[in-house]
């Protein structure tokens, strides 16, 4: 058995993308080697990965250890809360792209806005996480046991116990006032099919000054070379809820984004929901969509939403909603729901909602 192709498979399936060489070199470069750069993937898979993809031949997982993973690997399939479950994927893998901002980036401070990145086409803003000066990595203890540890990268202090989180929070519904800082994550979601992943990455480089002169360039330089280290590997992980009858006939966006006869549910505004994609009742899923009809964002009657976890960070034990339950259960219950609109307090609106609803259902 190939250990090592049987991990370029499943490297495959999680990213759909080949193992590149640069990616190796990338790894054998980094303190924290695979793990460094699998944010996003369920630990059990990163621990397949690890073991199949060793450098030493003599470490490398072989089909005993191979089969001792699969029987022992449990993926939870339901979050509390009743009304969320993790997505299976099956056939469609959504296009996402990870971009880590540097330390010492020029422009650290300015905003989305101001650095025109929701004028790159192909692409929408889908997540801001937050820079953390904690870095995990895993080490041996006294017993000879391997534990995870924790590294300030600013002060070099070490510490067995997870480090508080930061004060930043991560920005599920990014807009044109986001701040970016340097270290901090900004996540793509690629709603193009024609897009080429490569040529996207030159341009958000670009708008996010990051280019270089690659001319006279080997191979190994440009797989180390900052424009290339930027981008992360990112594989979403991401939960479903059904859109209740009352969300029916409506677009995501604000009312400047609805058409005649339709409503508008505002949901990153008004909710701080970012939905990733709307699975459709036939199966389908229109990924990463906008804000109206034209560009995927309408309700359709049994449709539901997929939103994403913020990938796994550094100083995190498992990742978390991008949205808060509070919100998803406002969205769900009719009378929040209302409330959250203002529609509560005045019923003529609330009569034309339903009526649009009604409308979409004949």
């Not at 803003?125 to 995990?136: A, F, G, M, R, T």
């Not at 041996?140 to 995870?148: F, G, I, L, S």
């Not at 670009?206 to 002169?213: R, S």
């Not at 330089?221 to 590997?233: C, I, N, Y």
């Amino acid at each position: 058995v190939d250990s090592f192709g049987l991990g370029g498979i499943l490297y495959a399936l999680c990213f759909g993308l080949s193992l590149q060489t640069s990616r190796i070199i990338q790894w054998a470069d980094s303190k924290e080697g695979i793990r460094g750069s699998m944010h996003g993937v369920h630990h059990d898979i990163v621990d397949a990965m690890e073991g199949l993809l060793c450098m030493d031949p003599a470490q490398r997982w072989g089909p005993d250890r191979v089969i001792q993973w699969a029987s022992s690997v449990q993926v939870p399939q339901a979050l509390p809360g009743g009304e969320l479950n993790a997505w299976p994927y099956s056939e469609e893998c959504p296009q996402a792209i990870g971009a880590r901002l540097p330390k010492g980036w020029a422009r650290s401070g300015e905003t989305i806005g101001s650095l025109d990145l929701m004028r790159i086409g192909g692409v929408q803003i889908i997540l801001v996480d937050p820079y953390s000066e904690w870095q995990k990595f895993y080490t041996v203890d006294a017993k000879e046991q391997v534990k995870t540890a924790y590294e300030n990268t600013d002060t070099q202090a070490l510490q067995w116990q997870p480090p508080m989180m930061s004060a930043r929070k991560p920005v599920a519904a990014p807009n044109a006032s986001t701040v970016l800082r340097e270290g901090d994550v900004i996540y793509f979601g690629v709603n193009s099919r024609s897009a080429c992943t490569e040529s996207l990455k030159a341009v958000i480089s670009e708008y996010l000054g990051l280019t270089e002169d690659l001319m006279d360039m080997t191979p190994i330089t440009l797989a180390r070379s900052p424009s290339q280290t930027t981008f992360l590997e990112f594989f979403p992980e991401l939960v479903y809820f059904q859109f209740p009858p009352h969300c029916v006939n409506a677009v995501l966006g604000q009312n400047c984004h609805k058409s005649v006869g339709q409503n508008a549910l505002n949901l990153r505004s008004v909710f701080g929901i970012n939905v990733a994609a709307i699975v459709r009742r036939d199966g389908s899923v229109s990924w990463w969509p906008g804000a109206n009809e034209a560009q995927g964002g309408l309700v359709c009657p049994g449709d539901g939403a997929l939103i994403c976890k913020v990938p796994q960070w550094e100083c995190t034990g498992s990742s978390i909603l991008s949205a808060s339950m509070d919100d998803i259960h406002d969205v769900l219950d009719q009378e929040c729901f209302k409330r959250r609109l203002g529609l509560h307090i005045d019923d003529e609106a609330w009569n034309t909602w339903q009526c649009n609803v009604e409308m979409f259902r004949r």
